[in-house]
């Protein structure tokens, strides 16, 4: 009996070595708004790290969405000067050379605080699909990390475009 519980004690102290994502500031309600074009795709982000070992992001989807908003898609960011606040184009236009497809990317950026320059974002892709707006309500974000896929939701990101017929344009 001693040694079974002896190995479950081990065991369970090998999975708090995995790692594990995060959002460093998981309490704020982030909202980006944009007036979408018919030329311009969009890209905003958000921030992650990990508590642990590195973990590698297998998929990221958006948890709802709303109207004729359109998911474009989504890369890892973790080099250049800053994160990207939003942009024009998806890719947003000058950071393709910085940007790693979901699916080949590896977070290894640790939670706690960094000099200005070091973060890791994902950068999501958004458009719409008529001319109403539309919402994308919070994201899934899965991934491996020691074998074990495991899913980080991320609630209070929120993505809102403007339609041409001034559908979920907040004054």
Known sequence: MVSLVSA???FLAGCTNAGSLETPDPESEVTIGFVIDRENQKSTGFQICTTGSEVELVEVEPIEIIGEAEFLGAYLLDQGEAPI???????PEGYAEYLKPIGEAVVSFTCGDHPPGEFAQVVVGVDWSGNGGGQLNGFRVRYLTEGSTR????????VEMCGANGEYCDD
Not at 85 to 91: C, H, K, L, R, W
Not at 151 to 158: A, P, R, V, Y
């Open 8 to 10: 479950l004690v081990a």
């Open 85 to 91: 606040g939003s942009a024009d184009g998806f890719p």
């Open 151 to 158: 899913s980080l939701e991320i609630s209070n990101f929120h």
